[in-house]
């Protein structure tokens, strides 16, 4: 498989649990990104890493939320407490940094539902 | 605060017309211009992109004409097919970051 996999694509889960999510990149690709989209909205930043080291982190990040690349290569997003209003559509993506035209690659997604 | 602003909203053209979907910007630092499209069930995925030292890009069907001084951008799909039915997203970035600040969407819809 040559693309960005995520799993699960579905998650419900109940107010105040807890839920992470994976994401696995293209194998030689050194940067990875969360986003999030809800219904009819775009895609929006939530962190990126290169490589282990996470550099940027969204204002929509909050306490909750905790996102970890430990040896450069898959990644984990995790929500605690999760509220009703976490339900969305959470994106994984990956590029390789130092290509003349970098690109940024999208996995499917994992749909989280927040009863 | 939005700062890429899209529309429409929603596209519908006939088979064989030309889509056009219109994108303005905010932030005079953002260098990279990309276009998404998304269907549904599936993440985004890169059509073509464009910097801003070029005022039009071709690849294909796909066209991006880009105005710097306007601060606007837009996206035409010339022959428009049934297939092309989807999402269109437009997206900007800055410096070399590729943290995208995504417009809200064109839902486009082409019919036979």
Same mark, same amino acid.
């Given at each position: 498989?040559?693309?960005? @996999?995520?799993?699960?694509?579905? #998650?419900?889960?109940? =107010?105040?649990?807890?839920?992470?999510?994976?994401?696995?990149?293209?194998?030689?690709?050194?940067?990875?990104?969360?986003?999030?989209?809800? %219904?009819?909205?775009?895609?929006?930043?939530?962190?990126?890493?290169?490589?282990?080291?996470?550099?940027?982190?969204?204002?929509? %990040?909050?306490? =909750?939320?905790?996102?970890?690349?430990? #040896?450069?290569s898959f990644s984990t997003l995790e929500i605690q407490?999760?509220?009703?209003?976490?339900?969305?559509?959470? %994106?994984?993506?990956? @590029?390789?940094?130092? @290509?003349?035209?970098?690109? %940024?690659?999208?996995?499917?997604?994992?749909?989280? @539902?927040v009863l | 605060q939005q700062q890429v602003k899209q +529309?429409? $909203? *929603?596209?519908?053209? /006939?088979?064989?017309?030309? +889509?056009?979907?219109?994108? !303005?910007y905010e932030n005079t630092a953002f260098d990279y211009?990309?276009?998404? $499209? /998304?269907?549904?069930?599936?993440?985004? !995925?890169?059509?073509?992109?464009?910097?801003?030292?070029? +005022? &039009?890009?071709? &690849?294909?069907?796909?066209?991006?004409?880009?105005?710097?001084?306007?601060? $606007?951008? +837009?996206?035409?799909?010339?022959? *428009? /097919?049934?297939?092309?039915?989807?999402?269109?997203?437009?997206? !900007?970035?800055?410096?070399?970051?590729? !943290?995208?600040?995504?417009?809200?969407?064109?839902?486009? $819809?082409? /019919?036979?």
């Open positions: 498989d040559t693309g960005v @996999s995520q799993n699960p694509r579905h #998650k419900i889960t109940k =107010r105040g649990q807890n839920v992470t999510f994976r994401c696995d990149p293209i194998s030689e690709h050194n940067r990875l990104y969360w986003y999030r989209q809800t %219904l009819g909205q775009g895609p929006e930043f939530l962190t990126y890493f290169q490589n282990e080291a996470q550099l940027e982190k969204s204002r929509l %990040l909050s306490d =909750r939320f905790s996102a970890e690349r430990p #040896k450069g407490r999760t509220e009703q209003g976490d339900s969305a559509m959470y %994106l994984c993506a990956s @590029s390789f940094q130092g @290509s003349p035209n970098e690109k %940024l690659f999208f996995g499917s997604g994992t749909q989280l @539902s | +529309s429409p $909203q *929603s596209l519908i053209v /006939q088979k064989g017309g030309i +889509s056009i979907i219109n994108c !303005a211009f990309p276009w998404y $499209q /998304q269907f549904p069930g599936k993440g985004p !995925a890169l059509l073509i992109a464009i910097r801003p030292d070029v +005022s &039009e890009k071709k &690849e294909g069907r796909f066209t991006i004409s880009f105005n710097k001084s306007a601060k $606007q951008f +837009s996206l035409h799909i010339m022959d *428009s /097919q049934p297939g092309d039915s989807a999402t269109y997203f437009c997206a !900007a970035s800055r410096g070399g970051r590729r !943290a995208l600040t995504f417009g809200s969407g064109t839902r486009l $819809q082409v /019919q036979p």
